[in-house]
């Protein structure tokens, strides 16, 4: 019985690993840059324990303890994923292929995250101007030399 229970079904310690983008990126495209005929089962097998952990990390760094349709069909995809790893009697083209379905979702998740940061890391959009900005342009939004002629010319 215990040979069929995988060697690497738990996940790294994320405490242990850097919520780094560059680092997880080059992971990512690490894992995918493997060739099924130059690799072994091991070293498959040690790419993917260090997928699933970088996976783990971003995940609950991006989707939080947030309760939308969204996170929970993201959490689903990552959770069936991350359960789906192959057992160590498997072929070594299903471990490779499992391989490479975590670095696709960690690519996936390094763009969210990504995204969930620029999107912080920007400034919102100018507030409306206030009624006294308004009467000092005229009644326009713009200032004077800025202010849109009239429709009919004059």
Same mark, same amino acid.
């Given at each position: 019985?215990? =040979?069929l229970v995988p060697s690497l079904r738990s996940v790294?310690?994320?405490n242990e690993l850097p919520l780094d983008v560059q680092t997880a990126k080059q992971a990512a =495209?690490?894992?995918? =840059?493997?060739r099924l005929g130059t690799t072994t089962r091991q070293e498959i097998d040690e790419w993917t324990a260090q997928l699933r952990g970088r996976i783990v990390l971003f995940a609950e760094e991006i989707l939080g303890q947030e309760q939308t349709t969204a996170t929970r069909a993201a959490r689903w995809e990552i959770d069936q994923l991350l359960a789906s790893t192959p057992?160590?009697?498997?072929?070594v083209f299903s471990a490779y292929q499992h391989l490479r379905d975590l670095a696709r979702m960690l690519r996936r998740l390094i763009t969210e995250y990504?995204?969930?940061t620029e999107a912080a890391v920007t400034s919102p959009l100018p507030a409306r101007p206030s /009624? &006294?900005?308004?009467?000092?342009?005229?009644g326009h939004?713009? /200032?004077e030399h800025e202010a849109v002629p009239p429709?009919? &010319?004059?």
């Open positions: 019985m215990e =040979d790294p310690d994320t =495209d690490g894992a995918l =840059d493997l057992q160590d009697t498997v072929l990504r995204n969930k /009624p &006294g900005a308004l009467a000092e342009n005229n939004c713009l /200032p429709k009919d &010319g004059t």
